[in-house]
């Protein structure tokens, strides 16, 4: 897993590049998404398993010490920049805020903000915090899914993550036709990428 997550993080950062040859960067974020879908359920499901309960203050501080150190460091290295004069902009600040609070991908939704415009040379130094927001916002609502269903079992758990992620499947592919920057940037229709990895827990093993 580890492997699939170091080749997720190399095709985007070869197609930040523009590295003609090593093509899949959008890719790379779906698997970067279907990975943490996976390794965050399983947790889950193991400490239900293993305590009979799922800690959600304990799971959410856990994330936020993994995330946010790095994210802080981030936010305040444009920050400074920012001031120095090397980053300008109408819409910086709101883009500051909006990265803070884990919520950039409604920020750029909203303003419509398309991706491609990483590669202008005014775009928004913090346009790629959309992904990191989306994977937060995920961490708040699917703990609390996860944990309802674990009431009524395994099955049931299988059952809601099968209905959400085939739900989100079809917003996206509606949204993709009717607003493409929101079937982009928003956790529904995103969802189902990390509703993939959260399925792929209930295969059954070989013996």
């Known amino acids: ?18 590295w003609s040859r090593v093509p899949g960067g959008p890719f790379g974020v779906s698997l970067f998404f279907t990975l943490s879908g996976y390794l965050i ?5 193991s400490d239900h398993a293993r ?10 501080s856990r994330r936020l010490r993994r995330l946010a ?4 460091v981030v936010v305040l290295a444009v920050t400074v920049l920012a001031l120095a004069g090397v980053f300008t902009g109408e819409r910086l ?3 500051l805020l909006a990265t803070i609070g884990y919520g950039a991908n409604w920020r750029f939704a909203t303003e419509g903000t398309t991706y491609a415009q990483l590669f202008e040379s005014n775009a928004s130094p913090l346009l790629h915090f959309w992904s990191l927001a989306i994977e937060e916002q995920f961490y708040v609502v699917w703990p609390i899914f996860i944990l309802f269903l674990s009431r009524y ?17 079809l917003l996206s592919i509606y949204m993709t036709q009717a607003a493409p920057i929101w079937a982009f940037y928003s956790l529904p229709t995103r969802a189902w990428e990390l ?13």
């Open 1 to 18: 897993l580890d492997g699939l997550r170091a080749l997720a993080v190399m095709t985007v950062v070869f197609f930040h590049l523009g």
């Open 41 to 45: 359920t399983q947790l889950m499901i």
């Open 51 to 60: 305590t009979g309960r799922i800690d959600l203050k304990h799971f959410w």
């Open 69 to 72: 150190p790095g994210s802080i």
């Open 93 to 95: 600040r709101g883009d």
């Open 153 to 169: 079992g395994k099955r049931a758990i299988l059952n809601g993550v099968a209905i959400v992620t085939a739900v989100s499947l």
């Open 195 to 207: 509703g993939v990895g959260a399925l792929l827990l209930f295969i059954p093993e070989k013996s």
